[in-house]
C-alpha cells in the first residue's frame, strides 16, 4: 500500500511539473512577457507546412512560439537597437537551447541583421 501512495505522488508530481511549460491559454497569454534570444527561419521551411497548418512565408510577419497560442500577435523588440516589430504567432518552437522565438526572414530583418542570426529581444503579448 505504501508503495502504490508514494507511486501515485510521484505520477501526480511529474503531471504538475508538465503542466506548468504547457501551453498559455489565450486569456491568460495578453501581457505576458517574456526576454531571451530571437532567430529566423532558414529558406530551408519557405512553403512548409507549421503546426498550425499553414505553409510557411518568409515574407508575412509570423513566428514560432513555444506556448503561446496561435494566432497571438506579438510585439518583439530589439533591446539593442529598439526596434519592434508586430508578428502572429503560427508554429511551434524555436527547439534551440536559450531561444524564445523564431521570426520569419521578413520580420526580422524589420529589427536587426541577418548577418546576426540571433538578437537579444523583449516580446509583449497584444490584446
Given at each position: ?74 510585439k518583439v523588440t530589439n533591446v ?48
Amino acid at each position: 500500500m505504501r508503495i502504490i501512495s508514494i507511486l501515485c505522488w510521484a505520477i501526480l508530481s511529474l503531471v504538475l511539473t508538465a503542466c506548468a511549460s504547457g501551453p498559455i491559454s489565450r486569456s491568460d497569454s495578453v501581457g505576458f512577457e517574456e526576454s531571451g534570444k530571437a532567430s529566423y527561419y532558414a529558406m530551408k521551411y519557405q512553403g512548409r507546412k507549421t503546426a498550425s497548418g499553414e505553409l510557411f512565408d518568409q515574407k508575412a510577419m509570423t513566428a514560432a512560439h513555444k506556448r503561446l497560442p496561435f494566432g497571438s500577435k506579438v510585439k518583439v523588440t530589439n533591446v539593442d537597437n529598439g526596434k519592434s516589430v508586430v508578428v502572429r504567432v503560427n508554429d511551434r518552437g524555436p527547439f534551440v537551447r536559450g531561444r524564445i522565438i523564431d521570426l520569419s526572414k521578413s520580420a526580422f530583418q524589420r529589427i536587426g541583421n541577418t548577418r546576426d542570426g540571433v538578437i537579444e529581444v523583449e516580446i509583449e503579448v497584444l490584446p
